[in-house]
Nanobody, 115 residues
Framework: QVQLVESGGGLVQAGGSLRLSCAAS????????MRWYRQAPGEQRELVAA???????NYADSVKGRFTISRDNAKNTVYLQMNVLKPEDTANYVC?????????WGKGTLVTVSS
């Protein structure tokens, strides 16, 4: 069964850190870029960070310098290290992969940043 399973969310104070993980089925992880999106209540989904199969990365302007995306190809897992968290980072963080033109989504992990 093809799946993406996120973990690592929680409640943190502003200025704190969290590390999110997304475990993916090997069939959709290998050779494909992986992305983290987030969606806050009442807001549109936003692309936060992406990493290619080769390790090249890009970030939304709002998280540059604070978030780092990485991948462990041996574990079929992508990570999002989030530092200096702000209340506006509060959202459901969802992992995404595209394989053979098909979008796959996890259910997300909730991040809440208190001020």
């Amino acid at each position: 069964q093809v799946q993406l399973v996120e973990s690592g969310g929680g409640l943190v104070q502003a200025g704190g850190s969290l590390r999110l993980s997304c475990a993916a089925s090997r069939s959709i992880f290998n050779g494909n870029p992986m992305r983290w999106y987030r969606q806050a209540p009442g807001e549109q989904r936003e692309l936060v960070a992406a990493i290619t199969a080769g390790g090249s990365t890009n970030y939304a302007d709002s998280v540059k310098g604070r978030f780092t995306i990485s991948r462990d190809n041996a574990k079929n897992t992508v990570y999002l290290q989030m530092n200096v968290l702000k209340p506006e980072d509060t959202a459901n963080y969802v992992c995404n992969a595209v394989s053979f033109g098909i979008n796959y989504w996890g259910k997300g992990t909730l991040v809440t940043v208190s001020s």
